[in-house]
């Protein structure tokens, strides 16, 4: 599996930013969970959002909730993270990641360590 993250940049505070991932490899999407991450200089990598598998739930983090949505588009095997009022403590590497687990079990995986692949990175600056 590869994931290929886009569309970070350099903002103002109050801007709006799209991210977008895209998955290929030898399996299916939409049999992964999908979410984004973000690390800041000298903190850890911090949970953002993530969707089940056919879209039907997602979870955000309390830090994001109400600017940030999360969507995916199974036809096309891509992630999207649409980042909206962004604020200067949102500036980080970006991350989007898949969780492969077979359970029909909603349960959407908020740490890190749960995910299975890991894309490169997208580096957002939002200047005050």
């Known amino acids: 599996v590869q994931l290929q993250a886009s569309g970070g940049g350099l903002v103002q505070a109050g801007d709006s930013l799209k991210l977008s991932c895209v998955f290929s490899?030898?399996?299916?999407?939409?049999?992964?969970?999908m979410g984004w991450f973000r690390q800041a200089p000298g903190k850890e990598r911090e949970f953002v959002a993530a969707?089940?598998?056919?879209?039907?739930?997602?979870a955000i983090a309390d830090s994001v909730k109400g600017r940030f949505t999360i969507s995916r588009d199974n036809a096309k095997n891509t992630v999207t993270l649409q980042m909206n009022s962004l604020e200067p403590e949102d500036t980080a590497v970006y991350y989007c990641?898949?969780?492969?687990?077979?359970?029909?079990?909603?349960?959407?995986?908020?740490?890190?360590?749960?995910?299975?692949?890991w894309g490169q990175g997208t580096q957002v600056t939002v200047s005050s």
């Open positions: 969707m089940w598998k056919s879209g039907a739930n997602a």
């Open positions: 490899g030898r399996t299916f999407f939409e049999s992964h969970i």
């Open positions: 990641a898949a969780d492969r687990r077979t359970s029909v079990l909603v349960t959407i995986p908020l740490k890190a360590y749960d995910y299975d692949y």
